[in-house]
């Protein structure tokens, strides 16, 4: 900074230290210099720059050393701590001065506050007046290089001082470590690396510094990246700091695109979006000209990764048939023995096959857990991710065992990769299973994980705080609480629906969205529900045939088998009616996740329309022991038995079989399995002998109460009409003619709420819409 003015203040601290070396060590414009040619104004001698200490003055005199800003200096020389010279110096936080530490640890040195250089009312009011001298002191913070510049003042104007008295002479290297300390809000105070003498809750405080110096640092950035020494500098102090993306992107805007290729393979390629998140990644991607990138294998996997993130498998199948030829798309060809693709390739198309919902054979297996080996044991990010892949395997083929097990592989080689957003993933399938075998508690355990993970990603992931969401609605829904999961298919579904999706994560939000929306608001809605992810799916004969099999699922909920029958018969499967109806010990050995969807359905439909059917009840007892089913369809199963033995009079056997599946139920904390078979559990409870029984088990009372608690069954008198104190509320406010936004607006919830009490209140009332509701309400008595 220029001299304004003279400042007695600070050179008569300094003059009176007795120590023979003296420091003024502050940050950029504190006016160190200013003081230093005070000094020597004083003194009368001259000061010296550069980076070699000043040889000692014939008479013995003081020296005075201006360091230059980012230089390596030598050794303070023992000359100057003899006591019979003194040496001022003035330098930057950052330099290094070789010897300082221990003159200072015996007293041998003296180093000033860098507070002492702050400008004072008075030292301002000289430049511009008393009655200013307040105010400037305020916006400046004291900051010399402001307060004694007051035409720096003002909106903009500050940004472009900042450019030309400091930034224009930082080297690259410091305009990037002060770019980075602006992104990490870590300006400078206790920071001694600081190159601005900004401190966090005290010290120096400028109004509004960081949005002028951000600005003025994207100019300054902007200017340097224009010439191609420069370029290349400030991207490899980027890189040297840790941030790839941003090297990445200096490099792209420089039209070094092979030097931008270079870092991303560094940053592991593909892995770069799972330490940077996706709006960095798809930054990154769309840098890269369209023809260079189709020439690299590492940006065309890249490419497909981002089109699987945002649901379009065909995209992604499309790129890799352009880049490496149609024989990419047939796993026979690329896992096979004498496969001509990299490792790399086949490993993401591994990946790659969990969003095709692709049937692995044993066989192939096999072959793709050789590709494992190919990788080093410390390639921990390729490893987990190899485990991550065979997991969805593993769950679509119920061997939930296995899955736990590369969870648990995949979860070591994710954290040794501190991975928090694939850690994210793994303890989110680790839930997924735990839910598909009806463990609720643990579950809720896999979700705390998940959550923490998800807190510790350093960038936003939106679909992926869905995902999170979506997870503990539904944990919530098996614990009896539906309006968690009723407001996400409310809110979020749309954004949902359009992300990432995979097969065990499809069947997930096709049966808790379905069930939900068909238990609390209407079989419309559920089948509108199923409706939109045909539409999103069409291209997917497997998932296809799951959206199926769950609307038929949903037709059986409302009482419409007829519907369901015919929905089910259009199915294209070997699994048909008369297959399951002449089955036997078939029924245990299926292993395909829908095929045994599919069996079950049938089993469902013929225990409520033929329940004296011979061989029913050795035919579900069958599927009952396959080694495939979850505990949730076990649990269903069960509950088919029970009504059967109900229905052909044997209650002891009925009573036996429930009181067993209620007690799983209450130690799993999940009643979900239960409440969509509220069809054939209301004739079983209602029944004196059995619902008596059941009762005097404290565990099943609870499990019962709950679902009568959520509206998931009828009252013990099998009235429709008892409602919740909140239900009645609604009630009352609908036949007033309140409006959904204003009964959310007065009782202080969300209009998806309301929604949700309201289709309870027409379920119970038996009513389809709120007319009906309104008139039931008065009919009954419950209104006046």
């Known amino acids: 900074m220029n001299k304004y003015l003279f400042r007695p203040r600070i050179l008569q601290t300094i003059l009176a230290r007795s120590e023979s070396v003296v420091v003024l060590e502050a940050a950029a414009g504190m006016g160190k210099s200013v003081v230093l040619t005070d000094l020597a104004s004083h003194f009368g001698v001259g000061i010296h720059r550069g980076r070699e200490a000043p040889a000692t003055r014939p008479d013995n005199g003081p020296c005075l050393w201006d360091i230059p800003p980012y230089v390596e200096v030598g050794s303070l020389p023992e000359d100057f701590l003899s006591g019979e010279r003194r040496l001022f110096i003035?330098?930057?936080?950052?330099?290094?001065?070789?010897?300082?530490?221990?003159?200072?640890?015996?007293?041998?040195?003296?180093?000033?506050?860098?507070?002492?250089?702050?400008?004072?009312?008075?030292?301002?009011?000289?430049i511009v007046g008393p009655g200013h001298a307040a105010s400037l002191l305020e916006s400046s913070g004291g900051w010399p290089l402001l307060a004694f510049n007051p035409q720096a003042s003002g909106h903009g104007r500050l940004a472009a001082f900042l450019g030309s008295e400091i930034l224009a002479t930082m080297p690259p290297a410091a305009l990037v470590d002060l770019r980075i300390m602006l992104d990490d809000h870590r300006i400078g105070g206790d920071d001694q690396e600081a190159l601005l003498?900004?401190?966090?809750?005290?010290?120096?405080?400028?109004?509004?510094?960081?949005?002028?110096?951000?600005?003025?640092?994207?100019?300054?950035?902007?200017?340097?990246?224009?010439?191609?020494a420069d370029a290349k500098a400030i991207a490899e102090a980027f890189i040297a700091s840790g941030y790839p993306v941003q090297a990445i992107e200096i490099f792209q805007r420089a039209g070094f695109n092979d030097n931008a290729l270079r870092v991303l393979v560094e940053a592991n390629g593909i892995f770069l979006l799972y330490f940077h998140g996706p709006d960095a990644f798809d930054r990154v991607l769309a840098g890269f000209p369209r023809s260079y990138a189709l020439q690299s294998e590492v940006l065309v996997l890249c490419l497909a990764l981002q089109a699987?993130?945002?649901?379009?498998?065909?995209?992604?199948?499309?790129l890799l048939a352009d880049r490496f030829g149609d024989l990419a798309n047939d796993p026979e060809a690329v896992f096979s023995h004498r496969s001509?693709?990299?490792?790399?390739?086949?490993?993401?198309?591994?990946?790659?096959?969990?969003?095709?919902?692709?049937?692995?054979?044993?066989?192939?297996?096999?072959i793709c857990f050789a590709l494992v080996a190919e990788f080093p044991l410390d390639d921990h990010l390729f490893r987990g991710s190899f485990y991550n892949s065979v997991l969805e395997f593993y769950i679509r083929n119920r061997r939930f065992a296995q899955a736990e097990e590369v969870a648990q592989r995949a979860m070591y080689h994710y954290e040794r990769a501190k991975a928090p957003m694939l850690c994210f993933y793994i303890s989110l399938h680790q839930a997924l299973i735990r839910l598909l075998m009806g463990d609720a508690l643990a579950a809720r355990k896999h979700s705390a994980l998940a959550a923490q993970s998800l807190r510790e990603l350093p960038f936003d992931s939106p679909n992926d705080v869905r995902l999170q969401a979506l997870l503990e609605a539904c944990i919530e829904y098996e614990g009896g609480r539906a309006e968690p999961l009723a407001r996400f298919l409310s809110l979020e579904i749309d954004d949902f629906s359009h992300g990432e999706i995979w097969p065990s994560l499809l069947e997930f939000a096709l049966h808790y969205g379905s069930q939900a929306l068909g238990d609390h608001f209407s079989t419309i809605a559920a089948r509108s529900f199923l409706d939109r992810w045909r539409v999103y799916q069409v291209s997917n004969k497997q998932f296809q045939a799951m959206i199926e099999i769950r609307e038929a699922a949903v037709l059986q909920n409302a009482s419409r088998w007829q519907e369901a029958a015919q929905r089910l018969s259009a199915i294209s499967s070997r699994i048909d009616r008369n297959w399951v109806l002449s089955a036997g010990p078939e029924l245990a050995g299926l292993h395909d996740r829908d095929e045994i969807a599919l069996a079950l359905a049938w089993l469902r439909q013929a225990t409520y329309e033929q329940p004296g059917r011979e061989r029913l009840e050795e035919l579900i007892a069958s599927i009952i022991g396959n080694l495939h089913l979850t505990d949730r369809q076990r649990m269903g199963s069960e509950i088919w038995l029970a009504y059967i033995a109900k229905r052909r009079r044997?209650?002891?056997?009925?009573?036996?079989?429930?009181?067993?599946t209620f007690e799983d139920c209450a130690r799993l904390g999940a009643i979900a399995p239960l409440s969509e078979e509220r069809m054939f559990l209301e004739e079983l409870i209602d029944n004196q002998r059995i619902g008596g029984f059941l009762s005097t088990s404290l565990p099943v009372k609870q499990i019962i109460r709950k679902l009568r608690d959520s509206g998931r069954l009828s009252s013990p008198s099998g009235g429709r009409n008892e409602l919740s104190r909140r239900e009645s509320k609604i009630l009352l406010m609908i036949t007033e003619g309140a409006a959904n936004k204003f009964i959310a607006n007065t009782l202080g919830l969300s209009e998806a709420t309301v929604k949700f009490h309201l289709g309870n209140v027409y379920r119970k009332l038996g009513c389809r819409n709120r007319q009906e509701a309104i008139s039931s309400a008065r009919a009954l008595g419950i209104v006046s």
Do not use: C, W
């Open 90 to 126: 003035a330098k930057r936080p950052n330099i290094r001065l070789p010897g300082l530490s221990r003159a200072l640890a015996y007293g041998q040195a003296y180093k000033a506050d860098p507070s002492l250089l702050l400008a004072t009312t008075e030292e301002i009011a000289e």
């Open 340 to 366: 001509v693709f990299s490792r790399e390739f086949r490993a993401f198309r591994l990946l790659m096959l969990i969003y095709e919902d692709y049937f692995f054979s044993e066989e192939l297996l096999e």
């Open 197 to 228: 003498p900004f401190a966090r809750g005290g010290g120096l405080h400028v109004p509004g510094i960081a949005d002028e110096l951000a600005s003025a640092l994207n100019v300054a950035i902007e200017e340097r990246v224009g010439t191609p």
């Open 650 to 660: 044997d209650l002891t056997r009925a009573r036996s079989i429930l009181q067993k």
């Open 308 to 318: 699987l993130k945002h649901g379009d498998v065909s995209r992604a199948r499309r």
